[in-house]
């Protein structure tokens, strides 16, 4: 038997001319759970763990999984029972930790919109650190604080104004972004945060972007960031610890970013040499705990040729994976049966009524109706950014681990999709 991995799916391989993920064969997981399918292997998102567990052997770092790249309970679950934190974005976020099992003492709660009612609700679950992205924000945690006669601890996001070298939709901290505080004003709103009696600083944050692939710009934020805890600990507000977000990127087709292990590396030394090596640090990565830990099993449902271009239209659309259409990314798709066929160039597209519906263009594939392919690369930023459009129950997810195949969500009814609605009166 032959065995093949496929590129950054250390998890996905071809044993003969099968797909498999980890000792299941993909065809399998079709057959008994239908198509379109997300299936993810627990063994690749805890690899992906114990590169960043590695890179921070013997220092004080608290890893908090940025849910929002895939936040599905089981998910979750995996992360929670492994030991890390997490990074949310909403109450509806928090209460998934809840129902995860998770700790809530190791959650940080980063976004420029939190409202009243979700900081009052993350107080009153005892969360461990608010992220707070405005001088107005600073404002209104202290008041809800107060009025809960608690003290909030804030982390103040610092927008660095450095280019992460990455798609503009998903780079977060130059100066045209929306998040953070300037750099140029942080000195003073840390002075500020540190008047109000609702407010406890214990830390300073930033987050510079997403699918980063260069180590420079994490350097470049890592050296910003630390002059700014020189100045505001001279201004005498002490800085816990020192968070220092999420990004790092993964292989979607050919891209080269640094293991997790190497990065940290790197970035230790800066802060060994800068004196900061035995601070308490936090991390928020997302994409690179589960983006290669998951695929997308899909079927063919129809070749149609053209006069411009072939069509492979399958039964998962733009609504299950929103990234191509969104930032006309790239995601991998591989048959789940290879085959040694004449391959034909095709747009691979779902059957949403959109011209933007498309998974993958000029995709060389040897298929026939009833094949089935594999979407790579589909553990992150796609499940959790489906949505129901053209009425299409989102899909269900499989997690494979050492004891096989787990069903963690089941397929979305059409009943699901309007369950909430209500008819007029008659
Ligand atoms: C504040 C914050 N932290 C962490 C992340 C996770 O990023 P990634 O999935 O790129 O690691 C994001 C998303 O970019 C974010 O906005
Ligand atoms: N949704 C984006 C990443 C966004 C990061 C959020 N801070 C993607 O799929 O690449």
Same mark, same amino acid.
């Given at each position: ?89 909403? @109450?509806?976020?928090?209460? =998934? ?189 997302? =994409? ?28 998962? @659309? ?44 000029? =995709? ?44 963690? =969500? ?8 309007? @369950? ?5 009166? @008659?």
């Amino acid at each position: 038997m032959t065995q093949a991995l496929l590129p950054g799916h250390p998890h996905v391989l071809y044993r003969d001319d099968q797909l498999f993920v980890d000792q299941v064969p993909a065809a399998q997981l079709a057959e008994q759970f239908g198509t379109p399918l997300f299936v993810y292997s627990k063994a690749a998102m805890l690899d992906a763990l114990a590169a960043y567990q590695r890179g921070f052997a013997g220092r004080r770092a608290q890893i908090c999984y940025a849910m929002k790249a895939n936040s599905s309970l089981a998910i979750l679950q995996v992360f929670a029972q492994a030991g890390c934190g997490f990074d949310i974005v909403s @109450a509806g976020e928090l209460a =998934r930790v809840q129902a995860a099992g998770g700790d809530l003492s190791k959650v940080i709660f980063s976004g420029v919109g939190k409202t009243r009612a979700e900081m009052r609700q993350a107080l009153q679950l005892g969360i461990g650190c608010f992220n707070v992205e405005s001088e107005s924000e600073l404002e209104v945690l202290n008041e809800v604080a107060l009025s809960l006669q608690v003290q909030a601890p804030v982390s103040i996001r610092v927008n660095p104004n450095v280019d992460p070298k990455t798609h503009p939709y998903i780079s977060t901290g130059l100066k045209g972004n929306k998040f953070g505080v300037a750099h140029d004003r942080a000195v003073q709103t840390y002075q500020r945060a540190a008047g109000l009696p609702g407010l406890r600083v214990v830390g300073i944050d930033c987050h510079i972007g997403s699918q980063i692939t260069q180590v420079d710009p994490y350097l470049d934020a890592m050296d910003r960031i630390l002059d700014l805890v020189e100045a505001i600990e001279q201004a005498g507000v002490p800085i816990h610890h020192i968070d220092f977000g999420g990004g790092l990127g993964i292989n979607y087709n050919g891209d080269t970013p640094p293991e997790a292990d190497a990065l940290w590396a790197r970035l230790l030394a800066k802060l060994d040499a800068r004196g900061f090596g035995q601070r308490q640090l936090m991390i928020e990565p997302g =994409r690179s705990l589960v983006g290669n830990a998951g695929i997308c099993l899909t079927e063919v449902l129809y070749l149609k040729p053209g006069e411009q271009k072939n069509f492979c239209i399958v039964d998962a @659309a733009m609504n299950d994976l929103p990234r191509p259409a969104m930032y006309e990314a790239f995601h991998g798709i591989v048959p789940v049966q290879a085959s040694r066929a004449q391959a034909t160039l095709y747009d691979v597209v779902g059957p949403v009524c959109e011209s933007g519906d498309w998974i993958g263009r000029e =995709r060389a594939l040897a298929v026939q109706p009833g094949d089935q392919l594999a979407v790579l690369s589909a553990g992150a930023y796609c499940m959790s950014m489906s949505s129901n459009y053209n009425t299409r129950g989102r899909l269900a997810e499989v997690l494979v681990d050492e004891a096989g195949a787990h069903l963690i =969500r089941r397929r979305e009814t059409a009943q699901d999709t309007f @369950a909430l609605e209500n008819l007029l009166p @008659a």
